[in-house]
């Protein structure tokens, strides 16, 4: 078997896996006729559930076939929400930090996390500064000024090809903020002077919006 990361998640109303961990370990799966949806915990935000897959769990020396829906976890390999706690009567015991199944109590593990990730380097300012320092280095194209002329050509190259390109849209004409304008003068000459844009004349075009931020 496979050691997994697990959450155990009283807020959860499924049993879900990683489809990162689903791959990682080839387990088989098989397609719902019906997506689920996936009610997160924000307002509006959902995702669907179209596939799932059944695999061997070990509770402490007994073996169970269990369900689990596939689905994009982040972090942890396998999350266990209710139905899994009542199925096992498992008890979150938050008072002692212990976790409770039946007659056998587990001790939650407390470590130190950043942003969700296991942790127990520490950095002082000194050592920051030379990572960034040294991050910066390895990476100058990325951190460096833009340079004024076009990329390369790769050997890959993407076009758009338009399915009606005699089609015209009507589009209000946009304005640009009194404020912003400056701004937005030396985006077009910087634009320009790179060769990324060029004037022309046309019918149409996509409106581009000034927004302060």
Known sequence: GTKAHCLLDSGCEGIMISSDFMRANKLPKFELEKPVILQLACVGSKSTVQYRLTAKILLSKEKYDEYFNIANVNYYDVILGTPFLHRFEILLDFKNNHVQMGKLSF???????????????????????????????????????????????????????????????????????????????????????????????????????????
């Open 107 to 213: 001790p939650n593990r407390t470590e130190q996390h950043i942003y969700g990730v296991q942790s127990r380097i520490s950095f002082n300012e000194s050592d920051i500064l030379a990572l960034r320092e040294a991050w910066q280095n390895r990476y100058v194209d990325i951190f460096g000024d833009i340079p004024l002329e076009l990329p390369p050509f790769r050997e890959v190259n993407y076009e758009i090809k338009l399915v009606d390109p005699s089609k015209v849209i009507r589009y209000r004409t946009p304005r640009c903020p009194e404020s912003l304008k400056e701004q937005l003068i030396d985006k077009i000459n910087h634009y320009v002077t790179a060769r990324w844009w060029r004037q022309t004349s046309s019918q149409q075009a996509v409106p581009m919006l000034c927004l302060p931020k």
